[in-house]
């Protein structure tokens, strides 16, 4: 296949291997690195090989700082350059000299100069500062080689805080002549969006324009923009979906030019990436897949030629068939076509079937049961990497049945394995496993975790031991169960301390003396003396750990009794109560002190108590007092590590930073406690929660999940499945499709153990397959099983019951206002598009959404949610209008409440419209709040029930009025609701409306001192930088420009000193935001920080485009 | 994701290097010798993918010359596997005229490879700009 059009090139190793011929133009310049490399390749030992360099190094520095290096000969210095550091030999005196040759060579010598700079330096090195202006001066330049040499480095790297000083002109490049200009301008601007997301915030309407550039090379430039994007919010980007649809059938149907090909498939990667946006955009979403179909089967058929990269687009269209909304008939060609690949002889294929095969039985388990006898030739397969993604294949498929099977193959690996990395992720997943179904093998549960803690030793995560004693601790409902499976611990941690207790790790060593202390009181033969020898011998071996040691004290505190124990804890006791480790010296106290007093021990620790749950104050309140009376004797106010770097890096960077001494830092110790308190506060309510919580632990294993497992998993697999032994002829039905597999292995004999492995291995999955297939008529619970995926059976069943009530609910719930808020963003109208199904609306409002605004009944107090219409409704009197076209030209200012007509309010906008109904709004700016007021207007000729409650006669008005807030800002606020009604006729029907309100409505001054200022300033993490022009036609620019946002933004101006001035203001309702100005260089300098992420981004959106429109 | 491209030889010696995440330069040579030994120590018929730390290589063998690209677990292998005999036909396309240099193999690599991604697989479009300089530094 691929050996076909597979060219040995024998051509490039003697090119790499530089051969020089003599005599050739190119060589003067080559040759030295030529005998560089001729050199090094010659010599046999790391040291000749340092000598040298270093040696050339020498060579290299003298000669770039001659003045009299031309800039040809620069050039070549610096090939050699990059070629020593890529052999680890740093050359960082050349860094300079790099840039240097960027800027002033000439064509080549400038591209190397670039290409050096991209080497050597990396993305915050501050050399980086100095190419800024060569890279402005090349983009100015009319030569277009050195205009896409800029571009080209620019998105390769370029310093974060430079990026305003660039983007005007790369944007512009957009619309270059050239498609090479164009394409590296866009693939520019994605490096600036991956470096800075909210630089490039304005011109997302750009990269539709980049997604339609009539060549196809710019088009796929944007892609990188978009899958980034829609990875972020894909509900965001839903309408491009036929876009992306139409490029790939265009592509998929060879509309290409021909250069576009590889091996005659037209554009591969470009469709594989295209593929990759597809299942983003249909995953969980019927109607957006439904777009997909047509041109998911045409790629599947079309991608039959026999060449790797035709298997490679068709993995990634069976990954997306799996991961949009499902289509049988889809499912069952992609399911086919994983057959192709794992069947397939060529082992690079065999691989990446097992990949596909891997990632597709999480939502169809049967797929495993199909290709089963493959998987277990995969699972003995000299290469160690088909096995390993067998094994992860084994591990998605796991059930209450083969787990047994399926962890002892994991654990014959890792003997094997001698990779770091493979036996932490293993032992996790042996650990995962096992912590989910460990009651029903009580010794198999213990004996399994013992070989975890044995062979993952030190490098496995913490959390699996962790997990390991809580489970133990918290038990289960049973007490006799949790007393079996504590004993049989117990029981199998004697034997091993009695053997060679010094070759086990140290994780296993403390989790054996906190099982002892704690549960060998169950084993009745068991002399606590002997325990505290076994436990006391730990303590004396050399390796163990001093972590180790102090579990061993806690153990034996808990076990001494006294009597014939003392002597034994005397002796320890007495040796660690000296000991240089301060928690050991506790420990050893402890151990002295309660072995004393067992009454003492009995109240500290009882036996056998339940875990507790302890309510841990993370905020640390209890040490105000101490705090402020710290910070009344002159102590200086505590200072976050980040903020610390972030001044220390401020006093070393170039630029020059504002805050010197123009603001006195309060120190009043009372106001530094009020200020810091509420975000101490809000720290604290983030960790809700009465019981302990242990950072990092994964709770692989909940009650409800097990519950919910044991249950109807165990009855459903009694009636459903036959016992293992009956099962292979079962098996042997399911395989028909490929019973020519089995066939193939000579011996039977081999053959049947594998047909018994199968048995043992696939056990389970037709019960669950079963369930899918009936779920595959209906669309809703075949979705829902996806969801439910890995919790078996049981629980999916529960997943459907939630199902059918949460569909029941939403109609009741139609009356409330959904609110919503989709992505800002400047091209509004694209956004108009919105979720159709009340319940999709309500999770995005829950989930991914950029800012959330939060809906409150403004004026119906005591009210249930359901908003009373009553209080609102202001004028519902027969209309005098019996022309519904004049309707809309109603002068709606008359309805507004008598509250709020007073106030300044927001153009009345029409949002949308129906046959009987006309909907508007506009905002009204409360001195603490906003409202939303939106006019209902019936344009029927019949009266209209239930708007939400009420009855709005024919051409009349209601209006509503909600308080808006804000809970993560964005630049714009965006409000989607529904109203329901009911026509006369008795059918109920609702309107969907969005609006959008920008962030400055929320914005409101915020008074406060200048000392108040600077301490919340440094109490702040969320902040960015900007340079905003100035207001100039004045005498006093800062005054003017400040007054000027004051007047735009309603922000309040706190003081001005000098070139410098303080701003204050805060969202509603009360998150603040600090600005600081400073005038430089004819800019004015803003630094904004609040305690809210993003707020300071959107902010200085509104302040430059205050000064713009000026 | 790409995380770094390796041309090296079957001793062993690093012929080109090019990171798209940051790896400090004193890791960088331990890394590479790993990598090769992984590499240089599979068979013909095994399979091109191994499984490197927490990361995939992705290796395909031109005589003496090995290409090695690390990629993260997301990404296709098979389609790395073909991009990079895509890079082998762009470099044979090219230097069947001139000699090989390593500032222009780096040069065809940037217009193919960018922060991690495929950006250009389109033979005379990668191409495009380095001949250009090559006919401007001619003349």
């Given amino acids: 296949m691929s050996d076909v059009v597979e060219k040995t090139l024998t051509a490039l190793p003697s090119l790499l291997s530089l051969d020089s011929h003599p005599g050739s133009a190119k060589l003067s310049s080559t040759s030295k690195l030529g005998n560089l490399i001729r050199g090094i390749t010659e010599l046999t030992s790391k040291h000749e090989e340092e000598k040298l360099i270093q040696h050339e190094l020498l060579a290299i520095k003298e000669q770039v700082s001659s003045p009299n290096t031309t800039m040809r000969q620069m050039k070549e210095l610096m090939v050699r350059s990059i070629y020593c550091e890529m052999l680890g030999y740093e050359a960082s005196f050349s860094y300079i000299h790099a840039i240097k040759l960027a800027q002033q060579g000439t064509v080549l010598e400038k591209r190397v100069g670039y290409l050096a700079v991209s080497l050597f330096l990396n993305e915050s090195h501050e050399l980086l500062l100095l190419l800024v202006n060569t890279v402005l001066k090349d983009l100015q330049s009319t030569n277009l080689i050195e205009v896409c040499m800029a571009l080209t480095v620019v998105s390769q790297m370029f310093p974060k805080d430079m990026i305003p000083a660039i983007l005007p002109l790369v944007e512009e490049k957009l619309n270059h002549p050239k498609e090479i200009i164009r394409r590296k301008a866009v693939l520019a601007l994605y490096k600036f969006y991956l470096i800075a997301p909210n630089q490039v915030q304005h011109i997302h309407n750009k990269f539709r324009k980049a997604l339609c550039d009539k060549d196809p090379g710019v088009m796929t430039a944007s892609l990188h923009i978009y899958l980034q994007m829609i990875q972020e919010n894909p509900e965001a980007y839903k309408d491009l979906t036929p876009s992306f649809v139409t490029i790939l059938k265009q592509v998929v149907g060879g509309k290409l030019p021909m250069d576009f090909n590889y091996h005659t498939v037209p554009a591969p990667w470009l469709q594989i990436q295209l593929l990759r946006i597809l299942s983003l955009l249909g995953k969980n979403d019927q109607s957006t897949s439904e777009v997909m179909y047509e041109v998911l089967d045409e790629s599947l058929q079309r991608a039959e030629m026999n060449h790797n990269i035709t298997y490679a687009i068709l993995y990634e269209c069976v990954k997306c068939i799996y991961t949009i909304h499902p289509k049988s008939d889809l499912l069952e060609k992609a399911a086919k076509c994983i057959g192709n690949f794992v069947l397939s002889p060529k082992i690079n294929l065999k691989y990446l079937g097992l990949k596909a095969l891997t990632y597709v039985v999480q939502q169809d388990p049967k797929l495993a049961l199909q290709h089963q006898m493959t998987i277990i030739e995969c699972l003995d397969h000299p290469d160690l990497i088909i096995k390993r993604e067998t094994l992860e294949l084994l591990f998605r498929i796991t059930n209450g049945q083969n787990v047994t099977v399926i962890v002892e193959k994991m654990l014959e690996f890792l003997c094997i394995s001698e990779d770091d990395h493979t036996t932490i992720d293993l032992v996790g997943k042996v650990a995962e496993l096992a912590e989910k179904y460990p009651l029903k093998y009580n010794e198999w549960f213990i004996e399994t975790m013992n070989t975890v803690f044995s062979l993952g030793g030190d490098m496995m995560q913490p959390d699996i031991p962790n997990s390991f004693l809580k489970l133990l601790s918290e038990g289960f409902d049973s007490v006799e169960e949790d007393r079996k499976l504590r004993l049989f611990a117990v029981n199998s941690y004697i034997p091993l301390l009695r053997g060679e207790p010094g070759k086990l790790p140290q994780r296993f060593l403390q989790v054996i003396s906190w099982v002892l202390g704690e549960y060998s009181h169950l084993r009745e033969d068991l002399e606590p003396a002997e325990v505290l020898s076994l436990l006391a011998k730990l303590l004396d071996m050399k390796n163990s750990s001093s972590e180790t040691k102090s579990w061993v004290l806690m153990a034996m505190t808990k076990l001494c009794k006294g009597g014939a124990d003392a002597s034994v804890t005397q002796e320890v006791s007495e040796t660690y109560s000296s000991s240089l480790d301060t928690v050991l010296r506790q420990r050893a106290h402890e151990l002295q002190y309660l072995s004393q007093d067992p009454e003492l021990r009995a109240r500290v620790l009882p036996r056998g108590a339940k875990p507790e749950t302890l309510e841990v104050d993370s905020s640390l309140s209890f040490l105000d007092r101490f705090v402020s009376e710290a910070l009344a004797a002159g102590a200086a106010p505590y200072k976050p590590p980040h903020q610390r770097q972030e001044e220390l890096d401020q006093s070393k960077a170039l630029s020059l930073e504002p805050y010197g001494l123009s603001l006195p830092i309060s120190m009043s110790s009372c106001s530094i406690t009020d200020r810091q308190s509420p975000t101490l506060l809000s720290m604290s309510s983030g960790l809700s929660g009465d019981t302990l919580k242990l950072d990092g632990i994964k709770r692989v294993w909940g009650r409800e999940g097990y519950l919910a497992q044991r249950e109807p998993v165990e009855e459903a697999a009694q009636v459903e499945v036959p016992s293992p032994i009956q099962s292979p002829g079962r098996q042997g039905e399911g395989d028909s499709l490929h019973s020519q597999t089995p066939t193939q292995t000579p011996t039977p004999e081999p053959e049947q153990e594998k047909q018994q492995l199968a048995s043992s291995l696939f056990v389970g999955l037709a019960s669950q397959s079963s369930v899918s297939l009936m779920g595959k008529s209906e669309p809703m619970p075949q979705r829902f099983r996806r969801k439910a995926k890995g919790q078996g059976l049981g629980s999916s069943f529960i997943a459907n019951e939630q199902i059918s009530s949460s569909l029941i609910s939403p109609p009741s719930a139609v009356d409330n206002l959904l609110c919503n808020n989709l992505l800002d963003s400047n091209n509004a109208s694209e956004l108009a598009e919105q979720t159709s199904q009340l319940s999709q609306s309500l999770t995005t409002a829950n989930g991914t959404c950029h800012a959330e605004a939060e809906l409150t009944e403004s004026d119906t107090k005591g009210c249930n949610p359901a908003l009373r219409r009553d209080n609102c409704v202001v004028a519902a009197g027969p209309g005098p209008h019996n022309d519904p076209g004049r309707l809309t030209e109603v002068c709606l200012d008359s309805y507004l409440p008598a509250e709020l007509s007073g106030l300044s309010h927001s153009e009345i906008a029409p949002l949308c419209a129906n046959q009987s109904l006309n909907l508007s709004a506009c905002h009204v700016q409360k001195e603490d709040s906003l409202i939303l007021v939106v006019f209902i207007m019936n344009s029927s000729e019949s009266a209209i029930q239930q708007i939400p409650a009420g009855e709005v006669t024919s051409y009349s008005v209601a209006v509503g009025q909600y308080s808006l807030t804000v809970k993560r800002p964005a630049v714009h606020v965006e409000v989607v609701g529904t109203v329901s009604y009911q026509l006369p006729a008795g059918t109920s029907q609702s309107l969907q409306f969005s609006y959008k309100v920008p962030l400055t409505s929320f914005i409101r001054p915020f008074v406060v001192s200048t000392e108040e200022y600077g301490t919340m300033w440094l109490s702040f993490s969320h902040d960015t930088k900007q340079n905003l022009t100035l207001i100039n036609d004045n005498q006093e620019p800062l005054t003017a420009t400040l007054n000027a946002l004051k007047k735009k933004l309603q922000l309040h101006v706190v003081e001005v000193i000098g070139m410098e001035g303080i701003v204050a203001c805060r969202l509603l309702q009360d998150l603040p935001c600090l600005m600081h100005c400073r005038v430089n260089a004819g800019w004015l300098a803003v630094w904004l920080r609040s305690p809210v992420p993003d707020l300071p981004d959107c902010l200085i959106y509104h302040c430059q485009r205050a000064l713009q429109s000026l | ?139």
């Fill in chain 2, 1 to 139: 994701m790409i995380k770094f491209v390796l041309m090296v030889n079957r001793q062993g010696q690093t012929r080109l290097s090019r990171y798209y995440h940051s790896v400090e330069l004193s890791r960088r040579a331990a890394l590479e010798a790993d990598v090769v030994r992984y590499c240089l120590s599979r068979k013909k018929d095994q399979c091109s993918f191994v499984e490197y730390k927490d990361f995939k290589l992705v290796y395909r063998q031109y005589a003496a010359l090995y290409i090695v690209v690390g990629i993260t677990d997301s990404e296709n292998e098979l389609s790395i596997y073909e991009l990079v005999h895509n890079f082998v036909e762009v470099l044979d396309k090219y230097f069947s005229r001139i000699m090989f240099n390593l500032d222009r193999v780096h040069i065809i690599l940037d217009e193919m490879i960018q922060n991690g991604h495929i950006v250009e697989t389109n033979k005379s479009r990668i191409l495009a700009p380095l001949t250009t300089i090559d006919k401007m530094v001619d003349s």
